[in-house]
């Protein structure tokens, strides 16, 4: 994906909002240097590429391959305030979060479970050229109860990534169905208590009768 970018005067960003321009910061170990990017289409790029693509970052006609590395937002309005693209290079390894697609019905899943997703993503460090776009992770096979973890993924990789989170991790899993087995207890407790009840009346009833 393309963005243009602008240099821009620090201490101008709130000026650069209000036209509509996203300030940023586009840096690596040899530059650093302020800019500005349109923040529609910015909004459109970090949509597409998420911040594990890579983007040619255009800057007065000199191009750069980046990384999103940071964005930060207005919480209240959901809006980019300011964003850090990291330029990188052939030869240099990056860290980058690699997003996980789901695919599938797991077998659990037909059997009543319910699926628990707790990772979306896994961190891997990976020459530019060899980033993945995601990964699709199949989950039919699950039974309730089983567990996919970070380890799993590993041969989906590309062999050139080095996988940075715990291979123990997990990322998705079967469990089971809660709400079903809420209504199975509600349901006895509700057998149940008529029949306390039915004791206890007797009881009284018996009492009663042995004071008369």
């Known amino acids: 994906m393309k963005l243009q970018a602008e240099k821009r005067d620090k201490g101008k960003s709130r000026e650069l909002r209000r036209q509509g321009r996203l300030p940023g910061v586009v840096y690596n170990n040899e530059i650093n240097e302020s800019l500005s990017v349109d923040a529609r289409a910015f909004d ?10 890579l983007v040619d970052l255009e800057v007065d006609g000199e191009v750069h391959a980046v990384l999103v590395k ?17 330029a990188v290079t052939a030869n240099q ?10 695919t599938g019905t797991a077998v659990g899943v037909r ?7 707790q990772r979306r993503e896994v961190h891997i460090a990976i020459l530019p050229r060899f980033i993945p776009a995601g990964v699709a992770l199949d989950v039919s096979a699950l039974v309730i109860g089983g567990t996919l973890h970070v380890s799993d993924v590993v041969p989906l990789l590309p062999p050139e990534a080095r996988v940075l989170d715990d291979l123990d991790l997990a990322l ?15 349901e006895g407790e509700g057998a149940e208590e008529p029949e306390v009840i039915g004791r206890e009346d007797d009881e009284d009833a018996g009492e009663a009768e042995s004071e008369d």
């Open 44 to 53: 459109k790029v970090l949509r597409s590429a998420g911040t594990s693509a």
């Open 70 to 86: 940071q964005v930060q937002m207005d919480k209240r309005r959901r809006e980019a305030m300011h964003v850090d693209f990291y």
């Open 93 to 102: 390894e990056v860290d980058v979060t690699v997003p996980l697609e789901f």
């Open 111 to 117: 059997d009543g479970g319910q699926l628990d997703v």
């Open 172 to 186: 998705v899993a079967v469990v089971p169905p809660r709400v079903v087995e809420e209504d199975v207890t509600a």
